[in-house]
């Protein structure tokens, strides 16, 4: 029950922050949004150091800096990603595809899916179809480009979470410190030399801050939630995610929902439970 919890709130924190951060890039180039949200991220994991302490080791050093350079690339692609839009059909792409990876990982290792498990992997997959299909006429359609780069985001949060439960169970919050830190400097170093390139426009400095401190607390959260139970699970309960999103995008932005797309939401809503009833 911990796990499950603790996976649910990591999923509402990562909708919450898809959206602040997609919105946020929509102002500016998604580099200087990037910029702000990633050393927001580490001040927040910085300051939970004392708190859950952390031990850095070479496996927390390791598997912590992997997770770092796949974050930066997860933070530009998913916030890229959001700003083309529309964010009610790219979110659930991305967050299937980041559900699946996990999962193969964790079979892989030896954890095992059930009946349920095995009817919600495929279905999962049908849903991703469902929801990147075109909806009708005068309905928003994403164009080839934002699904490729929502299939890429997805793919580097996977590899993410991946190398975040690898890390040693006994390192505390080391792992999220030093890939913070590392996603931190990459981004850095490559807005230092695209510099001429970022625009002149300003960031939503408070929008882009709050995405960062909200994604630090989702990584927290499922780092703590894959240490007390199967990744198989904690990753597929962490993809639903894209509720908040769609919801935030709806509510914010008046973004259509339609039925196709209402059909696939439901269909990945159906497949993400059967995948925790394992």
Same mark, same amino acid.
């Given at each position: ?11 509402l924190?990562?909708?919450?922050? $898809?959206?602040?951060?997609?919105? /946020? ?5 998604? +580099? ?12 927040? #994991? ?9 031990? %850095?080791?070479?496996?927390?050093? /390791? ?8 974050s930066?690339?997860? %933070? @530009?692609?998913?916030y ?20 699946a ?9 030896? #954890? ?12 999962? +997959? %049908?849903?991703v ?9 005068? @309905?928003?359609?994403p164009?080839?480009?934002?699904? +490729? ?13 991946? %190398? ?5 169970? $006994? ?13 931190? !400097? ?12 970022? /625009?002149?426009?300003?960031p ?10 909200? $994604? ?13 139970? $199967?990744?198989?699970?904690?990753a597929?309960? !962490? ?27 439901? !269909? ?8 925790? +009833? !394992?």
């Amino acid at each position: 029950m911990l796990a499950l919890l603790l996976a649910l709130g990591s999923s509402l924190a990562y909708g919450c922050a $898809d959206f602040l951060g997609g919105l /946020g890039a929509r102002k500016a180039h998604v +580099l200087r949004t990037v910029m702000i949200a990633a050393p927001a991220s580490l001040a927040v #994991e910085l300051l939970l150091w004392p708190v859950l302490g952390a031990s %850095f080791s070479a496996g927390a050093l /390791g598997w912590g800096a992997a997770s770092g350079v796949v974050s930066a690339a997860a %933070f @530009a692609l998913l916030y890229r990603t959001l700003a083309i839009g529309p964010m009610n059909v790219l979110s659930p792409v991305t967050a299937l595809v980041s559900a699946a990876l996990p999962v193969g990982v964790g079979l892989l290792q030896g #954890e095992h899916l059930g009946a349920a498990g095995l009817v919600g992997l495929p279905l999962a +997959l %049908f849903a991703v179809v469902l929801v990147s299909a075109g909806h009708g006429a005068g @309905a928003a359609r994403p164009s080839r480009t934002a699904l +490729l780069l929502a299939l890429g985001a997805g793919a580097a949060i996977a590899l993410q979470l991946i %190398f975040l439960h690898q890390a040693p169970s $006994d390192s505390g919050v080391a792992p999220l410190i030093i890939g913070r830190a590392v996603s931190s !400097t990459v981004t850095l170093a490559a807005a230092g030399l695209l510099y001429r390139k970022l /625009g002149s426009e300003r960031p939503a400095y408070a929008m882009s801050a709050a995405a960062g401190v909200l $994604d630090s607390l989702a990584n927290l959260m499922f780092l703590l939630a894959a240490r007390s139970g $199967d990744l198989t699970v904690v990753a597929v309960i !962490t993809a639903l995610y894209p509720a908040g999103t769609v919801l935030l995008a709806r509510g914010v932005l008046a973004e259509r929902i339609h039925r196709g797309q209402l059909v696939g939401l439901g !269909t990945a809503a159906v497949a993400v439970g059967l995948l925790a +009833l !394992t």
